[in-house]
């Protein structure tokens, strides 16, 4: 069987040890939004928290779970993020399935936890009169739903195309330090973004808050945003930023550079300069 039937064979198979990392997104995904939406209530009193610090909660949240568990699944808690790894070949379709399934039972399991442990009355943003429920992303009035989905779009492919400059080979002794620099890049694109949809960039942030709450208001904005915003992120950066592989061509399985192999067929070996191993 070839590389490439080998690729696409694998493609549609279930990865090993894909259930421990099932079991970690269910995880992860829990800890981002119980922590995050935990610090969308303020000081436990009707007065709302600054934007900065629920985009600092969520962007620390971030870090905290990918130092966590990053070696475990890969951290992904987006949907977004699973679908474009599922892209570039990081995941195979069925484990990637089960990702997307472990993220939406985290971030529901999540937001649960925190109805238990916080009082009702601040569950409708610190305003009882209100009937916008506590971390649900909501699109601001000012705005159309057209521009709310470029918003997510965009917003979505710029963390996708930072997810792709961790998964790249030429990053890869910078891994020490990538919990960080994606925890930031979630708090920069959040302080920016967030006044307009609530910067969600993640379907199942979106979900767990609007199934508790019952408040499926343009929910569908917040799915398809994000999934083109992580095709346009994946497909953007494999186009213009990926380096492209030096093999030409494959034979059964093994992978031969042509280029190479074709310098070194040019060398005469009279040409061949005999080093004495025993010269000092």
């Given at each position: 069987?070839?590389?490439?039937?080998?690729?696409?064979?694998?493609?549609?198979?279930?990865?090993?040890?894909?259930?421990?990392?099932?079991?970690?997104?269910?995880?992860?995904?829990?800890?981002?939004?119980?922590?995050?939406?935990?610090?969308?209530?303020?000081?436990?009193?009707?007065?709302?928290?600054?934007?900065?610090?629920?985009?600092?909660?969520?962007?620390?949240?971030v870090?905290l779970?990918?130092?966590?568990?990053?070696?475990?699944?890969?951290?992904?808690?987006?949907?977004?993020?699973?679908?474009?790894?599922?892209?570039?070949?990081?995941?195979?379709?069925?484990?990637?399935?089960?990702?997307?399934?472990?993220?939406?039972?985290?971030?529901?399991?999540?937001?649960?936890?925190?109805?238990?442990?916080?009082?009702?009355?601040?569950?409708?943003?610190?305003?009882p009169?209100?009937?916008?429920?506590?971390?649900?992303?909501v699109?601001?009035?000012?705005?159309?739903?057209?521009?709310?989905?470029?918003?997510?779009?965009?917003?979505?492919?710029?963390?996708?195309?930072?997810?792709?400059?961790?998964?790249?080979?030429?990053?890869?002794?910078t891994?020490?330090?990538?919990?960080?620099?994606?925890?930031?890049s979630?708090?920069?694109?959040?302080?920016?973004?967030?006044?307009?949809?609530?910067?969600?960039?993640?379907?199942?942030?979106?979900f767990?808050p609007?199934?508790?709450n019952?408040?499926w208001?343009?929910?569908?904005?917040?799915?398809?945003?994000?999934?083109?915003?992580?095709m346009?992120?994946?497909?953007?950066?494999?186009?213009?930023?990926?380096?492209?592989?030096?093999?030409?061509?494959?034979y059964?399985?093994?992978?031969?550079?042509?280029?190479?192999?074709?310098e070194m067929?040019s060398?005469?070996?009279?040409?061949?300069?005999?080093?004495?191993?025993?010269?000092t």
């Amino acid at each position: 069987m070839s590389n490439k039937e080998e690729s696409k064979d694998a493609l549609w198979k279930l990865q090993e040890g894909t259930w421990t990392m099932f079991i970690a997104e269910v995880v992860g995904t829990g800890i981002l939004i119980f922590v995050g939406c935990m610090a969308s209530i303020g000081s436990m009193s009707t007065v709302l928290p600054p934007p900065l610090q629920m985009s600092i909660a969520f962007g620390m949240t971030v870090n905290l779970i990918i130092m966590m568990l990053g070696h475990v699944s890969g951290a992904h808690l987006n949907p977004a993020v699973t679908i474009g790894a599922v892209i570039v070949g990081l995941k195979s379709i069925p484990t990637g399935t089960l990702y997307i399934v472990a993220q939406f039972i985290g971030a529901t399991l999540g937001y649960g936890a925190l109805k238990i442990v916080t009082p009702p009355e601040l569950f409708h943003d610190g305003n009882p009169n209100s009937t916008v429920g506590l971390c649900v992303t909501v699109v601001h009035p000012g705005i159309s739903i057209v521009q709310a989905i470029l918003i997510e779009v965009l917003c979505t492919s710029f963390i996708l195309c930072a997810a792709c400059a961790t998964w790249d080979p030429r990053c890869s002794h910078t891994t020490d330090s990538t919990a960080i620099r994606f925890g930031f890049s979630v708090v920069a694109i959040s302080l920016a973004a967030a006044p307009y949809t609530g910067c969600s960039m993640n379907p199942a942030r979106t979900f767990g808050p609007a199934f508790w709450n019952s408040d499926w208001t343009n929910q569908w904005v917040y799915w398809f945003g994000p999934t083109v915003g992580a095709m346009l992120g994946t497909y953007t950066y494999q186009v213009l930023f990926l380096e492209k592989p030096r093999v030409e061509k494959t034979y059964g399985s093994s992978t031969v550079d042509m280029k190479l192999m074709k310098e070194m067929e040019s060398i005469k070996f009279s040409e061949l300069e005999i080093v004495d191993g025993n010269q000092t």
